[in-house]
């Protein structure tokens, strides 16, 4: 595995879970059973406009080679994945988040999986 291929699936989600938070947030949210009130419907697409603005982040520096902004957005990657975690873990505990709430879960789980092995396993395996 590389910060590359990990970039590009991160880049990937990112941009197909924001355009469809902006282009069709109700869809979205049907997904999950929450509220589908103006509010929430507007909160949906701002949350959109950020995931497809870190996705388009990721797939632009895929392609970069300096070690030490790779594992700065290795870090800044591990530590979104948690945070979208415990928020998720939250939500769902509130009962916000009732169906199809295993998704982000995974989705969140392998990428701090990934880029906790880039951080921490791979500089070891190399030595």
């Not at 697409?45 to 392609?63: E, M, P």
């Not at 080679?65 to 769902?92: E, F, K």
Request: glycine residues 8%; aromatic residues 12%; contains cysteine.
């Amino acid at each position: 595995m590389s910060y590359k291929f990990l970039f590009f699936l991160n880049a990937l989600v990112c941009v197909v879970l924001g355009a469809a938070l902006l282009v069709v947030p109700v869809m979205v949210l049907e997904q999950v059973q929450t509220q589908m009130r103006v509010p929430e419907i507007v909160q949906a697409r701002y949350l959109g406009a950020a995931f497809l603005t870190l996705g388009l982040l990721f797939w632009f520096v895929k392609d970069a080679t300096d070690a030490g902004l790779l594992r700065n957005l290795g870090a800044v990657g591990l530590l979104g994945s948690v945070l979208a975690l415990v928020v998720t873990i939250l939500g769902i505990l509130a009962g916000v988040l009732s169906k199809n709430n295993w998704v982000p879960i995974v989705v969140e789980v392998v990428f701090g999986l990934g880029y906790a092995f880039m951080l921490f396993l791979k500089p070891k395996i190399k030595e």
